[in-house]
Structures are given as C-alpha cells and as structure tokens.
C-alpha cells in the first residue's frame, strides 16, 4: 500500500485527524503566546529568557505525568482514552480563551502547563496504538504520515498564530482554540477499538520510581533504549532550534513576526518533505542507515546558518518587504539551510520511532513510548535551562545554534558507535541503492522475537551484509578469527560485535569462549548466524556442514532458520579468481538473492540442514 493510501483507511485516519488537530492547537496556542512574549519584551535577554521559560514549561508535565500515562495507556482500551483526553482538551483551551480576553499571562502560562499534561497523556496512546492497527510493513510510513501531520499543524498554527498575535485579534484566538478542541473530539468518536494489552497491570503512580523501573526494564534492549536516547536528543536539538527562532529573526535578520511566520513554515514543510522522502527511501521498511545520514545533514546546515552575512541595523522588516529588497539573500541562505535541516531531521526521527514500536513487547509498548515521553521531557528541560544559562554567559542567538550544532555531531557519532546496527544499515543501505539489487524470498519466516539460530552457505565476505540486510531484527553473527585480522573488516565485526570462533584444534580455549557467548546471546532472545560449512568456499559449490551447529543446539534447543544465497560466486568479494578483495572491484548491477526457509526444529542434524539449504538454492 502507498504511504498515502493510509489516508483512506479506517484504522489510520481518524488517528492521524486527532493527531493533526491536537498538535494545530498546541501550536495555534503556544505560537500565538510566544510571538507576542517575543515581541513585547524589552530586550533579547528577556525574551530570551521568558520563551524558554514558556518551553520548559509545557515540557515538565511529560517528566511528571508520562509513566502513569504509559500505564494506563497499556491498562486500558485506547480509543476511550483518547475521546476522555479530548474532552479536557475543551476545558483546558477554555481557560486559554480567558487569558487570552482578560490579557493574564498568568491564566496563559496555566494553560500551556495544562496542554502539556494533555499531551504527556496523548503520546503513550497515540504512538503504542499504531502497531496494533497497522502491519509492521506500514509502520514507516504510518509514522511518517503522523511526523508530516504533525509539523504541517505546526506550519498551519504557525501562520494563524503569528497573523493572529500581529492584529492581538483575541476573539479570533480564542474562538480558534475552542473551536479545534472540539473538531478533534469529534474525529477522537471514529477511532476503532484498540483493546488492552496488559489488563491485569498494577498502577504505580509514582513518576520517579516508576521511571527508574522503566529504565532497568528497556536497558536489556540496547537498540530500544539507544533509540530511545537518539530520539531525546532530536528533541533537545529541535527544541533549542525552535525557541530561537524568533530571536534569530529579530536580531539576526531583523525581521519581524510575518518572519518568524514564514522560518517556521519553511521548517514545518521540510520536515513533511522529509517524512516523504524517508517513507520513499524506506520502500517499506524500517530503515535505520537513514538516521546517520539524518544526523550529519542537522549538523551541517546548523553550522551553514553561523557562516551567513546578516544585515546590520536596527529596523524590522516585514517578509515582502525583505524578500524584495537588500536583505533577501541573507534571508534566502537561512531559509534553505532550516529547509535541509528538516528534511534531514525526518531521516533522523521517522526510523527512530518506528524501531521502538517494532520492537519493544506488546504488553508495555505504551509504557516504552512513556518511558521515551520521559526522556524527551528530561533532554527538552535540560534544553531551556542549558540556553537560559548560555544566554547568562553572553551567547548571543546565533552562537547558541553553533554550540548546539556541534553538540549534535558529537552526540550523533557517539549514538551510531554505541548502536552500531545504525551504521551496519548504513552501509548496507549504500550498497543496495548503488552497487547490489536485493531480492528476498521467505522474509516473513524471521520470528519477530525470541531466539533463533540462522544457518547459511558461505559464498563471500560479504554474507554477513546481505543477511543483515534481510533480517528486520539485528543479527550476532559467529566468524572465523582469522578475518578479525583484516583492519577493515576486523573493525567493522568488532563494532557489530561479532564472535570469533576457531577449531577446537588451533584454539580450544576460544572455542569455549565462543560456545558461552553464543548460548548468552541466544539466552537474551537475539538472533545468532553461523556458517556452518566452516569457510568461504574457493569453487562456488557447498561444502559440507560441520556439526558445531549441532553443539549450539544441544546447549540451547531454540528454532533453527534455514537461508542460501546466491547471486555474490563470481563477485569482488567471492574467492572465484583465487585471493578475495584483490584488484579493483568492476561496477555492478549485480542481483543478489537470499532465500529463507522455514524455521526448523533444534534437533535437525547438520546433514538435514545441509540439505534444506541446497534446496533453497535450486
């Protein structure tokens, strides 16, 4: 199905409704506040100073509230929670109109503490209640649609919220908020039924302890729980950007808030184009060597914005009148850079959160997504509070976006090291798309989770990648020690955390060592490969199967995953010309195959997997 037919479907649409009218109010409401903070205030410190207030603000209720919403969240029905979390979307916009009548910032700041409470709720519900109405196949897509909702929103309560803080129309403001408060009620009434994934759980309302319980749980997934610290950092990183906008207009391009209006615009479309692209990019999959790709283009358009010549001065220009006179190409440079730095923001974030929903266990998904909700509050406070200080220290706007830019290259290279599927899939996303056409047959017969051996013939030293390739889950593979000794390739297993493992008769004692680390990985329900013909083969033809896969199944009776490949004999990586890897590789459009078979029991022999895998090569 294509990414927009989704739009058309029952089970997703009145979801993504909800979703875009909740995230229009929160910006129609918060936009309009900010702008007129920004613009009303006596000098860049202070409205400095009072907008990251206003940010950490609406942030602190998901480090509050976020874990028992994720209870609750898995403990009850979801679309009922969504109708109830609607419904006090009314009065809390209520309270919004009277401030906004009455001109107490006071009753405005309430406000916006409240829809921060109202959205700590919505997330855990929202984000867990997608894999349950949509196949894993669409869940890039179903996220990227919600990512383009969500910042299309923000573009639509941007542009009403600025014109609407220009002319201080208060009327039109509040009848605005209530009016789409109620309208996402409404589409909140045709959410089909999401039942209870964990009925029986306990409430524990503690946000503290319950947190920390959180924490140890996700911690024995480091893929999960890296995501989880990858998308905290986005968040840092675009809630830093954001808040600066309006300074960065006022005194770095000297313009005033049509301005600030059209910035965000630009970015909210971005990111929608960015969420295309990476659904494209993605061809239904979860494509996680996007997100190294996501990272490095954030940073380096962040650092483009330090390098543009502003406009000396001091008066402020309105959009038209900057767009057509001297000041258009400092505006245009910073335009396009925000642009890219959307795009790539959407690379970085739609496979991230698509990751979490994959794979964390269906009876807590909704606690996981709370327990990201959490994180992302902890990175978004830390946000305000670490540019308020900067701000102390002297840091004008533009510098704190280069301090921030480099952070995030730091940041971004410290994540893929710490998860290196990101950049395993990196590389094997390159590949795919330049040199290899990829075809799989059998996909579908990878367990989802739990332990499995994957047994394969060994055609190149590149077997690893194409299995890599075709699993959804990340792979352990067993190695022989030997290619630990290439610079390259040695670095690239170590990082990936590859065993090595030698015939009992050169190294027993690695041997031993090796059978431990397999039975560990099998025992924390991960996927190991071993080739059990021993080596790569020197004609092209199977060699027999050697019965340490018989030992590792003895140890640990777990499902058996027969898969060939064909396609790579003959290639730069293959041992057809003698040495592996020796000359220069000749460019290609070589198709590769990987057939899997059905997963088989833990007492096969090493001759009946043999077997299953020359048939799958025919």
Known sequence: ????????????????????????????FKNTMVIMIAFK??????????????????????????????QISDKFEKSRIMRIIKTAEIGIMAIGAVGFYTGHNVLLFITLFLMGIHSAFFGPAKYSILPQHLKESELTNGNALVEM?????????????????????VHAISAGILGVAMAGYLASRWIPIAPAMAPDLKLHWNPFTESLALTRIIRKQPAVFNSILGISWFWYFGATLLAQLPNFTRHMLLGDESVVTLLLAVFSISIGIGSVLCAKLSHDEIELGLVPIGALGMTVFTVDLFFIHYPAGSELLGASAILHGARFAPTLHAIIDLGMVGIFSSLFIVPLYALIQSRSNEDMRSR????????????MVGSALITMALFKFGFNTIQILLFTAVLNLAVSVYICLLIPEFLMRFVIWVLASTIYRMRYTGRDRIPHR??????CNHVSFIDWF???AGCRRPVCFIMDHNIFKNPFLGWIFKLSRAIPIAPASEDPALRDITFAAISRELRDDNLVC??????????????????????????????????????????????????????MPKPSRRVIGLAIGEPMSATTSAADLEIQVRELLT
């Open 1 to 28: 199905m294509s990414m927009f037919g989704l739009l058309a479907k029952k089970r997703f649409a009145p979801l993504f409704g909800v979703q875009f009218l909740g995230a229009l109010n929160d910006n129609l």
């Open 41 to 70: 205030a006596a000098n860049e410190a202070e409205s400095g100073m009072l907008i990251n207030l206003a940010a950490g603000l609406f942030i602190l209720p998901f480090f509050l509230f976020s874990t028992v919403a994720g």
């Open 149 to 169: 909702g969500t910042f299309l929103a923000i573009l639509i309560g941007t542009l009403a919220g600025g014109l609407l803080a220009g002319k201080h129309n």
């Open 368 to 379: 996981v997504i709370a327990a990201n909700n959490v994180f992302n509050a902890v990175f």
């Open 450 to 455: 739990g332990p499995a051996v994957i047994v």
């Open 466 to 468: 194409v299995i890599t």
């Open 530 to 583: 071993i080739f059990p013909e021993g080596t790569v083969t020197r004609d092209g033809n199977m060699n027999r199967f050697r019965r340490g896969v018989e030992l590792i199944l003895k140890n640990d009776p777990v499902p058996v995953i027969p898969m060939a490949i064909n396609g790579l004999w003959g290639s730069f990586f293959s041992r057809k010309k003698g040495k592996a890897m020796s000359g």
